[in-house]
């Protein structure tokens, strides 16, 4: 696997080694030694399957509260996601920041997602699913949100949001 840090510290695209032949080809996209050698969180506790029916659909942006938060590393298996992450972790540098990436079954990106990130994504075609890992387990009480057009942060989407639900709609303004 080739880590690349995105402008975002501690948040990383996760790109496949493929070893091709007639075959096709074979890639490591998960290994706790590699990630940890990479300073990044190596438990793996619990994964997760979100199916989107309609392009326009947009789920996020999700986080869990301490002790709670969660690593994730995300991977667009079927259609095409706008993936963003924005960093909440008030001692950061790029507090406040976000970074959106494009992944799709072709590209065969993944995104990892550090502990203290806000998470979330726009379908961008009908029939999308999306995988993801995740370092905790989930927490009800503990999920927070961020909503996805607040003024605090100013994340642009590629595209119309035409699914969404209501509590992802209607999180209140941001409080720093």
């Not at 995105?6 to 493929?18: C, D, M």
């Not at 399957?49 to 326009?56: D, P, Y």
């Not at 502990?115 to 995740?134: I, P, R, S």
């Amino acid at each position: 696997m080739i880590f690349e840090e995105t402008e975002l510290r501690g948040a990383f695209l996760v790109r496949l080694e493929p070893h091709e032949d007639e075959r096709g080809f074979f890639a490591r996209s998960w290994c706790r030694k590699e990630f940890e050698a990479n300073g990044l969180c190596g438990r793996l506790v619990q994964c997760s399957i979100s199916f989107n029916r309609k392009e326009g659909t947009l789920r996020g942006m999700h986080f869990q509260v301490p002790p709670h938060e969660e690593a994730k590393l995300v991977r667009c298996t079927m259609g095409a996601i706008h993936d963003v992450i924005l960093d909440l972790r008030k001692s950061s540098p790029t507090f406040g920041r976000y970074v959106g990436v494009t992944l799709t079954p072709e590209n065969r990106l993944a995104l990892y997602v550090p502990e203290g990130f806000a998470h979330g994504f726009l379908a961008l075609k009908d029939d999308t699913e999306v995988f993801y890992q995740m370092s905790e387990f989930f927490e009800p009480g503990a999920a927070g949100g961020i909503r996805w057009n607040d003024p605090a942060f100013g994340i642009r989407w590629p595209g119309e949001v035409r699914v969404i639900s209501e509590r992802d709609r209607n999180y209140p303004d941001f409080q720093p």
